[in-house]
C-alpha cells in the first residue's frame, strides 16, 4: 500500500482502519455515515451546551430540531444528520447483538415537566411516582453516600449518548450497542434511573461499583431490582449500577 493511501485509510477514515482490528462480525457504519456521525455529535454537544445540561437530558427531538433551526450556535440539522438520527433510533439493533424490548414508540417522544421531579444537585430528573419514591427510599436505607447519576434521559440524550459512544468505538455499532441501550431500547426514558456513590466519578459506571458496600445494601432490598445483571439476555454488559423500577 502507498503511504498517501495509508495515511487516508488510517487518518481520515478510522472506521475502516479499526474494522482490522475488531470481531469479524461486529457491523460498523459506512464511511458516508461515518462522516455524518462526527458532524452530528458535534452538534449534539452544542445543542447541550445551548439549552444546559440538565434540561438536555428531557428535550424533545421537535424542540431540538427548533433550537438548532433558530440559533447559529448550534447550527440546522443536515438533511444527512437527520437521516442517521432517523436510522440508528427505528432500525431492529437485533443484528448487532441487542435483544432488549423497545420502550419509546415515537422519535418525537414528550416528557411533560408535571411528570417529573428535578433532583436536587444531581443535574438529574426523576419520573414521578414509584422511580422518585424508590430513590428516596434508597437514601433512606443504603445511606447519603448514593448519589443519582442518571435519570430520565428522552430520545435527543438516548441519541446523544448512543452517538457518542459510536464515535469513541471508531464506529462500532454492535460494540456500542452492548454499553449503551440503542435511543429506542432505553429504561431511562419510561422509569429507570442509575446510581452511584458520591465523589468516585467515572468508576460508578464500571463493574467496580459491584464491589461495594452501597450495592450489597442494594441487593437485599425487595423493592428494587438490576436490570442488567451479569450474562443477561438483553446483550448488554453488566451494570450494576442500573436500578430496575419494579
Given at each position: 500500500?502507498?503511504?498517501?493511501?495509508?495515511?487516508f485509510?488510517?487518518?481520515?477514515?478510522?472506521?475502516?482502519a479499526k474494522k482490522?482490528?475488531?470481531n469479524e462480525t461486529?457491523?460498523y457504519?459506512?464511511?458516508?455515515?461515518?462522516?455524518?456521525?462526527?458532524?452530528?455529535?458535534?452538534?449534539?454537544?452544542?445543542?447541550?451546551?445551548?439549552?444546559?445540561?440538565?434540561?438536555?437530558?428531557i428535550?424533545?427531538?421537535?424542540?431540538a430540531?427548533?433550537?438548532?433551526?433558530?440559533y447559529?450556535?448550534?447550527?440546522?440539522?443536515?438533511?444527512?444528520e437527520l437521516?442517521?438520527?432517523?436510522?440508528l433510533?427505528?432500525?431492529?439493533p437485533?443484528?448487532?447483538?441487542f435483544?432488549g424490548i423497545?420502550?419509546?414508540?415515537?422519535?418525537?417522544?414528550?416528557?411533560?415537566?408535571?411528570?417529573?421531579?428535578?433532583?436536587?444537585?444531581?443535574?438529574?430528573?426523576?419520573?414521578?411516582?414509584?422511580?422518585e419514591?424508590d430513590?428516596k427510599?434508597?437514601?433512606?436505607d443504603?445511606?447519603?453516600?448514593?448519589?443519582?447519576?442518571?435519570g430520565?434521559?428522552?430520545?435527543?440524550?438516548?441519541l446523544s449518548?448512543y452517538?457518542?459512544?459510536?464515535y469513541?468505538?471508531?464506529g462500532?455499532?454492535?460494540e456500542?450497542?452492548?454499553?449503551i441501550a440503542?435511543?429506542a431500547?432505553?429504561?431511562?426514558?419510561?422509569?429507570?434511573?442509575?446510581?452511584?456513590?458520591?465523589?468516585?466519578?467515572?468508576?460508578?459506571?464500571?463493574?467496580?461499583?459491584?464491589t461495594t458496600d452501597?450495592?450489597?445494601?442494594?441487593?437485599t432490598?425487595d423493592?428494587?431490582?438490576?436490570?442488567?445483571?451479569?450474562?443477561?439476555n438483553?446483550?448488554v454488559?453488566f451494570?450494576?449500577?442500573?436500578?430496575e423500577?419494579?
Amino acid at each position: 500500500m502507498k503511504r498517501r493511501d495509508f495515511l487516508f485509510t488510517t487518518v481520515l477514515t478510522p472506521v475502516f482502519a479499526k474494522k482490522l482490528l475488531a470481531n469479524e462480525t461486529d457491523v460498523y457504519l459506512s464511511n458516508e455515515e461515518w462522516k455524518n456521525l462526527v458532524s452530528l455529535n458535534l452538534r449534539l454537544k452544542r445543542l447541550r451546551r445551548f439549552v444546559g445540561y440538565a434540561n438536555f437530558n428531557i428535550i424533545s427531538y421537535t424542540s431540538a430540531l427548533y433550537y438548532a433551526r433558530n440559533y447559529s450556535k448550534i447550527g440546522d440539522f443536515t438533511k444527512n444528520e437527520l437521516l442517521l438520527m432517523d436510522k440508528l433510533f427505528h432500525e431492529n439493533p437485533n443484528k448487532y447483538g441487542f435483544f432488549g424490548i423497545k420502550t419509546c414508540m415515537h422519535i418525537e417522544n414528550e416528557v411533560l415537566s408535571k411528570d417529573v421531579s428535578k433532583i436536587p444537585y444531581t443535574g438529574h430528573y426523576l419520573f414521578k411516582g414509584q422511580p422518585e419514591s424508590d430513590y428516596k427510599n434508597l437514601l433512606s436505607d443504603v445511606g447519603p453516600t448514593l448519589v443519582l447519576t442518571s435519570g430520565v434521559r428522552n430520545v435527543i440524550k438516548q441519541l446523544s449518548l448512543y452517538i457518542n459512544k459510536i464515535y469513541y468505538l471508531h464506529g462500532n455499532v454492535t460494540e456500542a450497542s452492548n454499553s449503551i441501550a440503542p435511543p429506542a431500547y432505553s429504561y431511562h426514558t419510561i422509569s429507570d434511573f442509575d446510581v452511584g456513590i458520591k465523589g468516585w466519578g467515572y468508576k460508578n459506571f464500571t463493574a467496580d461499583f459491584a464491589t461495594t458496600d452501597e450495592f450489597y445494601k442494594m441487593r437485599t432490598l425487595d423493592y428494587i431490582s438490576m436490570r442488567y445483571d451479569e450474562n443477561n439476555n438483553d446483550g448488554v454488559r453488566f451494570e450494576p449500577w442500573h436500578v430496575e423500577v419494579l
